[in-house]
């Protein structure tokens, strides 16, 4: 299982380096399993919308979308795993995934 990482900082003034690396090593895990996965109970209208997307692009096992931007839409933080991402680089793992994402980047300040 492969995933692309967009999670540089979670929480800046929480989160550190070994709480990065440990959430990096479970993001490639390979104990990750292939089951369908539901939006959280809640999901903001633009948080659904990039889940939407990203769950029909990828099949991810594994996606987490979360507006990081204290809630006024501007910053969102994404963690997936998909087996498309196979044998591509972190670089061109983050293109599908901001192309995919491209009219919605449009709108909003950053994507991590």
């Known amino acids: ?25 479970f993001a490639s895990s390979s104990r990750l399993f292939n089951v369908k996965i ?3 109970p809640g999901l903001p209208d633009r948080e659904r919308t990039i889940w939407d997307k990203l769950i029909t692009k990828f099949s991810p096992s594994q996606l987490q979308v979360e507006d990081v931007s204290g809630g006024c839409g501007t910053f969102y933080a994404i963690v997936i795993a998909s087996d498309t991402f196979k044998g591509l680089s972190v670089v061109k793992q983050h293109r599908l995934v901001t192309s995919t994402l491209k009219q919605e980047i449009e709108g909003i300040h950053g994507l991590q």
């Open 38 to 40: 539901a939006p959280p």
């Open 1 to 25: 299982m492969f995933s692309t990482f967009f999670k540089r900082q979670l929480v800046p003034s929480v989160q550190s380096a070994s709480s990065f690396a440990s959430r990096r090593a």
